[in-house]
């Protein structure tokens, strides 16, 4: 059968033919009675790509998104050194890559794959530890970050502020007074200094020194060096953080964990730059390519308000092809996302769908290549678990897809009373 390879140009096909993809599915034929599998589906993973992962609530688009983890680990040596993946885990569920996939073994072997568990290391926030270790939740290790880490920006959106009030205005003063690696306690001091309203003041110290219980701050913080290492899966579980303040935590994560690697990428791609001029290129990166999967990206970057994340995932989106960021997003509500995430994506995988407003979402971005609208491509797709349209423009086809069993154990399934 013909190789089905998806995400890669014209030239780069010419140039690598299947090197350096991986398969994450069958091609599905056919409608109806006649429906049956066919060629392998293979994802190119040398370039950075946005890639975007639809669906109604459980149709397998975080397992989907876990067969790519599975698939870059899988990798010869000679590719998968060169890259890493972060995955931000916002239901708690993707630590369950360290078991293998027993409960499906049969159907693995039909596929010609068997049970299998990955070396994937979890972080944890810094002040969750006891939470996870009551709950004897296994992970590898803790992450933090520095107060002097953040900016204005930051401390606004997560603290529910705004810039342009007196309370924004007082952080923005005061931050700007701060030199080096200063706490929590060091901005709380220099803002009883300040000559404000006190009514004010003592609002944002405490603020502030409620955001200590968040559990993600310390005077150390976690480096970006320690996760951003040739072919590690590292799995940033925050999934404890609940309330009315849980997204905004998360999304100040979210959006300092992606400034930290955009950096370090930006710095390294420039060296790497330098390196081929002269001729002396390295086959093995010091700072690998970056795949970030992101679960429940509506929250994250929504398309009717600004987060702590917002800025920096749509600089990643516009500009991290050059330093070699790839972005995969998970989202149940495509409505929900902002508009530059579905516009910018060179490949949208959609499982099934029955709100009308999604499915106009992805209307709204349907290319010239499709011969149909894109309800009727999603109606013919069979009614089974894990099949999906995957739309690349990179070859300007459309496929239907039936998604591959994953290897190692599935921890999303939802638990049954019986």
């Known amino acids: 059968m013909p190789e089905i390879r998806v995400g890669r140009d014209w030239d780069d096909l010419k140039k690598f033919g299947s090197k350096g993809t991986i398969i994450i599915g069958k091609n599905i034929v056919g409608t109806g009675a006649e429906t049956h599998l066919a060629s392998e589906i293979k994802f190119d993973v040398l370039r950075p790509h946005v890639i975007v992962v639809v669906g109604k609530r459980g149709s397998g688009k975080s397992y989907t998104s876990q067969v790519f983890a599975e698939e870059i680990y899988k990798l010869p040596e000679e590719v998968r050194r060169n890259l890493c993946v972060v995955s931000i885990d916002t239901q708690g569920i993707f630590w369950s890559m360290k078991y293998p996939n027993n409960k499906q073994r049969d159907l693995l072997y039909q596929w010609g794959l068997k049970p299998e568990k990955f070396s994937v290391f979890e972080y944890v926030p810094f002040g969750q530890k006891d939470k996870f270790d009551k709950m004897d939740v296994l992970y590898d290790k803790t992450f933090s970050f520095k107060p002097s880490e953040l900016t204005t920006s930051d401390w606004c959106y997560s603290l529910g502020l705004d810039e342009n009030e007196l309370e924004g205005i007082l952080l923005s003063k005061v931050l700007s007074k701060m030199k080096g690696n200063y706490s929590i306690e060091d901005i709380g001091a220099k803002i009883r200094e300040e000559s404000f309203d006190e009514k004010i003041k003592l609002k944002v110290e405490n603020m502030l020194l409620n955001a200590k219980n968040w559990g993600i701050f310390s005077e150390q913080g976690t480096n970006v060096y320690e996760f951003l290492k040739p072919g590690k899966i590292t799995i940033f579980d925050v999934s404890l953080f609940g309330g009315g303040v849980g ?31 002269e001729e002396e290129e390295k086959k093995e990166r010091e700072i690998p390519l970056c795949w970030i999967i992101t679960d429940e990206a509506h929250n994250f970057i929504p398309s009717e308000r600004a987060t702590a994340s917002s800025d920096i995932i749509l600089t990643v989106i516009r500009q991290g092809r050059q330093p070699g960021i790839s972005q995969l997003f998970i989202t149940q509500m495509p409505d929900k996302l902002h508009s530059d995430v579905l516009s910018q994506a060179d490949l949208v995988i ?63 399934e939802s638990p049954v009373a019986l």
């Open 247 to 277: 997204w905004n935590v998360k999304s100040l994560i979210v959006g300092l964990l992606m400034k930290k690697i955009y950096e370090v990428r930006v710095l390294e791609r420039r060296k790497e730059e330098v390196s081929t001029i």
């Open 350 to 412: 959609s499982h099934r769908l029955t709100s009308q407003r999604d499915i106009d979402a992805l209307k709204a971005i349907m290319q010239t290549y499709m011969l149909y609208s894109i309800e009727k491509y999603l109606d013919e797709l069979p009614k089974l678990k894990g099949v999906a349209l995957i739309l690349d423009d990179n070859s300007e086809r459309l496929y239907k897809i039936r998604v591959r069993p994953r290897q190692s154990w599935h921890g999303g």
